[in-house]
């Protein structure tokens, strides 16, 4: 069973890291600051290279601390509020990520929440320091936590008036 938790930390905290190095730093393929920042301003974030560079540090700090089981719910708490935020910003239309769909987000947050249900497992640096940091008032705190964050970050947001549609997640 630990070994199971460990891949699955280690799976989606990298997954999760690499998407805001794609953003920060244009590894991966991905348009690094300056072309992030370009698709976060058609988002109606303004001024788009902040949010590009805090939604990048939310990703690489948040999976990088969910990939070595540190500080388990703030980490969930941070990749929750980076994914509701663009599966809320591109307006998903369905659930299958290949029509336009939150699948992915969707799963992203039920992970998230699920380590912190369960705790990051003994081959951690939660277990090591000995930071009990899991159960159900964790998730429930991280949940919220995540979900007042992406509030945050969605209450200034100015969509495009053109109707043009989003181009970046």
Partial sequence: MEIGVLLLRLCI??????????????????????????????????????????????????GLLLAVGLLTPL??????????????SVRAKAFFVQTGGFEYTFVIVVIALSLTFTGPGPVSLDAAFGLPLAGPGWAAGALVVGIMCAMAMLRNRRPPA????????
């Fill in 162 to 169: 053109n109707g043009g549609e989003p181009t970046a997640r």
């Fill in 75 to 88: 980490a969930a708490a941070a990749v929750i509020a980076v994914v509701l935020v663009a599966a809320i």
């Fill in 13 to 62: 905290g990298l997954a999760v890291a690499a998407h805001g190095a794609q953003k920060l730093f244009g590894w991966f393929g991905g348009a690094g600051l300056a072309g992030t920042g370009g698709s976060f301003e058609n988002l109606g974030f303004r001024p788009g290279k902040l949010h590009a560079f805090l939604a990048g540090t939310n990703e690489i700090g948040g």
